[in-house]
């Protein structure tokens, strides 16, 4: 194999593969960022040695071996300076035995644990969101600084700051290296769920850019949501954050036409959508909903989407029955972006009037002030309601506002349409 094709199947090992020699090494040196050197330095070895002697039978066994000796090595070398203090104790001493023991073990170890701890991790609320996110995407998801950059479109260095800052804040905190337990683990799992959505979300939607859409985020989002789901099967806000994702994940061919531009839910071709995720998503809410699981925020936002993926046209969406979703979201979680999403329903089901009612009265809510979405949602209302000159001031301020360069065209055609006093297209 020659260099360049080694190096290309060197880096696809080492994609697959990170993520279980980080939470392997994690559990052994209680130390993430001890963990991604130690995987690194195994890459390093890859590299050098792999070229002459090829790719061997077994890689990701044989990263993990190399990163294993070289923990052990600096266990020991650990090990030999804490007996030239004394006041250390021989508790540690034995502490650095049992832990080298137990890494020589960790090849052969099922790594399911292994990676839901370092989940955990990673999603600690003690992170702040961005850093959660930057965080796992680089230890889990297996994305270079580089491409976590570029799919939020920030410089290079502020995402290796926020990587820097949090195994800093994971060590000063001693945050333990567990999967929590009892009261602590719905709060934990929370928060695991919310970064894996937030990727997703920024993936689907992207909030700044040329992109209407990024799919490596979403396809990332995904995977780590699958393997959530298979490491706690008996979580159903877990299956139904999966669900959620699936089917919305169906809807991403269509989502864009052939320039790039926006196509909207209504006027998508549902023949592009993919079939095959629409039926993994109904059938993970089935089992969130066998779970006791039917009335969780990601179950109930899978609950909405399924009305979408169920029906066969847009004329045949239960859009009362999403509507009656939203109300029951609206108490569990209430926001003023679920009480916009909930107008919107209310819009389609009982009409425009119906729908800027409630509108009208988020229009004083400071955290919507720059939200482009509530004024795009309401000119949308009154270009329907034949009130053509409004609408086009509430498009016009929604394009000010929106960050990604696809949508604010979108927006713009569609003000465009009401100054000529028509609705805009559908």
């Known amino acids: 194999?020659?260099?360049?094709?080694?190096?290309?199947?060197?880096?696809?090992?080492?994609?697959?593969?990170?993520?279980?020699?980080?939470?392997?090494?994690?559990?052994?040196?209680?130390?993430?960022?001890?963990?991604?050197?130690?995987?690194?330095?195994?890459?390093v070895a890859a590299l050098e040695q792999w070229p002459r002697s090829g790719v061997p039978d077994h890689p990701g066994a044989w990263l993990m071996a190399t990163a294993k000796h070289r923990a052990i090595?600096?266990?020991?070398?650990?090990?030999?300076?804490e007996r030239k203090h004394e006041e250390l104790g021989r508790e540690i001493q034995a502490r650095q035995e049992v832990a080298v023991q137990n890494l020589e073990a960790a090849i052969d170890e099922d790594v399911g644990d292994d990676f839901l701890r370092l989940m955990f991790t990673a999603c600690h609320p003690v992170l702040s969101a961005e850093a959660r996110v930057a965080l796992t995407l680089r230890l889990l998801g297996g994305l270079t600084t580089e491409e976590i950059a570029r799919a939020?479109?920030?410089?290079?260095?502020?995402?290796?700051?926020?990587?820097?800052?949090?195994?800093?804040?994971l060590g000063e905190a001693r945050v333990p290296f567990e999967v929590p337990r009892g009261a602590e683990l719905a709060a934990r799992l929370a928060s695991v769920l919310e970064v894996i959505y937030l990727v997703f979300n920024e993936g689907y939607s992207a909030t700044a850019g040329d992109d209407w859409a990024r799919p490596e985020l979403c396809e990332n989002a995904l995977r780590l949501g699958r393997i959530l789901a298979e490491l706690a099967p008996e979580e159903p806000e877990v299956h139904g954050l999966v669900a959620l994702m699936e089917i919305q994940a169906s809807r991403l061919r269509a989502r864009v036409g052939p320039k790039g531009e926006p196509v909207l839910l209504l006027d998508q071709d549902r023949g592009r959508w993919d079939h095959l995720l629409v039926r993994r998503g109904l059938a993970a809410l089935e089992r969130a909903e066998a779970l006791g699981g039917a009335f969780g925020p990601y179950a109930?936002?899978?609950?909405?989407?399924?009305?979408?993926?169920?029906?066969?046209?847009?004329?045949?969406?239960?859009?009362?029955?999403?509507?009656?979703?939203?109300?029951?979201?609206?108490?569990?979680?209430?926001?003023?972006?679920?009480?916009?999403?909930?107008?919107?329903?209310?819009?389609?089901?009982?009409?425009p009037a119906a729908g800027l009612e409630i509108v009208d009265n988020l229009t004083a809510e400071p955290t919507l002030a720059g939200y482009h979405r509530?004024?795009?949602?309401?000119?949308?209302?009154?270009?329907?309601?034949?009130?053509?000159?409004?609408?086009?001031?509430?498009?016009?301020?929604a394009a000010s506002l929106t960050r990604n360069s696809r949508e604010r065209e979108l927006l713009l055609e569609h003000g465009a349409a009401c100054a000529l006093g028509s609705a805009p297209p559908r």
């Open 73 to 81: 090595d600096l266990l020991r070398r650990r090990r030999l300076c």
């Open 300 to 351: 109930l936002q899978a609950a909405i989407a399924a009305c979408h993926a169920r029906a066969a046209a847009p004329a045949e969406t239960d859009w009362a029955r999403i509507a009656a979703l939203y109300d029951a979201l609206a108490q569990l979680a209430p926001s003023p972006v679920v009480e916009l999403n909930r107008a919107v329903a209310i819009a389609m089901a009982f009409g």
């Open 374 to 397: 509530l004024p795009a949602v309401r000119a949308d209302f009154l270009s329907k309601l034949g009130r053509f000159d409004e609408a086009r001031q509430e498009f016009e301020r």
């Open 152 to 169: 939020f479109l920030v410089p290079e260095a502020t995402i290796v700051q926020r990587i820097v800052r949090a195994k800093r804040t």
């Open 1 to 43: 194999m020659s260099d360049p094709a080694t190096h290309r199947a060197i880096d696809a090992v080492f994609r697959i593969e990170s993520a279980r020699l980080i939470a392997g090494l994690a559990r052994i040196v209680r130390d993430v960022g001890l963990a991604e050197e130690l995987a690194q330095d195994a890459l």
